[in-house]
């Protein structure tokens, strides 16, 4: 079997992008109040985004046996669901850019974006419950809970990450990295739509616990590059920030190395860095944490960790696809390991 | 048929708030994080409220033949959104004082209050789906297509009130007032739990478009009286900020009042006045904002003004009414409308 280059991955996620954008573009409501509300809802997703999730969704539900079609309200929903955490996750950050242009609050006041990123959530549930029609009660159900269960975990990870930050906490090592990703990023980015992919494509036949630890893997291989390309990527083409994250003070994989390895007075320039507010960080604080991190070789360790997790997802997807029959969409799903790492944006 | 006098209105409304406020708690999780999420999650409910809306749900369910039990996880979960829009509201409105306590983002910061309001829509969402199992598949639907209903409704209407104040808009009538607190207050505060009480207690027989004219005028009646309580009610008793409504810069029906009446100099100080930021209203400006209030009559206004929709409420009880047996039930929701512009908290 030929793994796919990133060049086809790219086009695949573009397929896909493409199909739920269409699908989602039906639950957005046409009515007043716009200049206040649905133009607002309207606006992250018309920025496109790479389609990740929804790729990962459908394209699931077709390796594990079912109809692009079946797994098209889910994808959707959890498309609209991304679309009111990037919201309300801009807002927590104080973030300035997303998907290249200013974030949602910026343009429009943090009052009505809370209550946009509040609509796309009803929204989200809209197209939930259409599967009740396409995929009978039982089905429909189980994705509700699947969805449910991602929601809870995105939220607890996003809360761990804002208390940290919050109350200024040094002592982490890559294993709280790690958990906290897996609440943060792998539940909704990869092991939910991977999940709900093979319970609609198995008719509720395919063992969705083997595909937790792949897509916790393959998630982590998403964040640790979402890391690297904050910090060293093309802004044009990544759409968030240079550098954001430490303007935002997040516990990135590379700041949590600093904070182990640092002593003496470099590790009093990571902490007193770290207790900072945000507008107190300037671009010379920041271009010393980078000095720091070329120095203790934080850029390589984020890599090479990527390295090793992207290994123990080919494991992963092994033993998780062990009995799925090879498909183009299966063959995709595995390239996505390695595209984790490679991608720019 | 006697009426209720306001005592006993508000010894059934602490009867039903006990038993919703004791089944919520059971969907409120025990596990991490605690202090960054799920003690946020427990806090507003944990500090009571007056359970008009759960209330209003569970009598209705009782007035249309159903039994208590079968309302209460619709009851719960709508308490549990009501309770996500106060704590999203009140980062929306730069709120202080909440029930008698600083609002939840003045004590643990906005970004974990954001995160906290999203969770507690997510566990409305699972109090909704087990109608599942209590109600069957039909009715459950039904509820959920009500409950989607009335976000939209109240996000829409909270949208145009942002709007309005950011925008800095003037030019509204008693008409425009009436048609926001439709979509802000009304929807979720009266018409959709008496709504969805009567499509479960007669297993989805009842005549549910009888009942947004009876919940629209109940509704406008309860935030009349709470624009005026607001103003002059007793901060110890009300658990709100004592004019926070003026700081807050809201189009309440007495600030709509004095834009109509005022003319020259006096509407000159209203415009600045409205025009302001929140940070520069002084308590000076309040106060002579209630001087023109007093010298202007709008107290007065708002008083006869909710008189006479109170009136209406009592014509369109009898039409929404007409086929419901007499109960205590059926009493307490009669006995409400008295009870909305005599409350004083």
């Known amino acids: 079997m030929t793994p796919l280059e ?24 046409e009515g007043e109040p716009r200049r206040y509300l ?16 929804p790729a990962l969704c459908l394209a699931s539900t077709v390796a594990f046996g079912g109809e692009t079609c079946e797994g098209l309200p889910s994808a959707v929903a959890l498309e609209l669901l991304h679309n009111a955490f990037l919201v309300h996750d801009d807002i927590e950050d ?28 009803v929204l989200a549930g809209a197209a939930l419950r259409d599967n009740r029609r396409l995929l009978g009660s039982r089905l429909a159900t189980g994705v509700a ?6 929601a809870r975990r995105t939220i607890e990870g996003q809360a761990r990450e804002l208390g940290w930050r919050r109350d200024g906490v040094r002592d982490l090592t890559a ?7 897996m ?6 980015t990869t092991i939910h739509p991977l999940r709900v992919g093979a319970l609609i494509g198995s008719l509720g036949r395919a063992d969705l616990d083997a595909l937790v630890r792949f897509g916790f893997y393959l998630g982590a291989a998403f964040q640790i590059q979402d890391d690297v390309l904050n910090l060293v990527g093309d802004q044009s083409k990544y759409g968030k920030e240079s550098c954001g994250d430490l303007y935002e003070g997040k516990r990135t994989l590379m700041v949590i190395h600093l904070l182990s390895e640092t002593r003496g007075d470099d590790r009093r320039t990571v902490e007193r860095f770290i207790a900072l507010e945000r507008p107190e960080r300037t671009a010379e604080q920041i271009a010393a944490m980078i000095a720091l991190m070329r120095e203790y070789g934080s850029l390589e360790f984020a890599r090479e960790f990527g390295l090793g997790i992207a290994a123990a997802a080919e494991d992963a997807f092994e033993l998780a696809f062990a009995d799925v029959p090879d498909s183009p969409e ?5 390239a996505l390991i390695g595209w984790m790492l490679e991608r720019d944006s």
């Open 38 to 53: 649905w133009d607002l809802v309207a606006d992250y997703p018309a920025r496109g985004g790479k389609a990740l999730r």
């Open 330 to 334: 299966r063959r995709l799903l595995h």
């Open 175 to 181: 294993d709280d990295y790690l958990d906290l990703i």
């Open 183 to 188: 609440h943060k990023t792998c539940w909704y």
């Open 94 to 121: 104080a973030s300035l850019l997303r998907r290249g242009h200013p974030t949602l609050h910026l343009e429009h006041g943090v009052p009505l974006a809370i209550n946009a990123g509040d609509a796309l959530v």
């Open 6 to 29: 990133v060049a086809p991955v790219e086009a695949e996620l573009e397929r896909y992008g493409a199909l739920t954008g269409e699908a989602l573009r039906a639950y957005l409501p």
């Open 145 to 150: 809970d699947e969805f449910e269960l991602m």
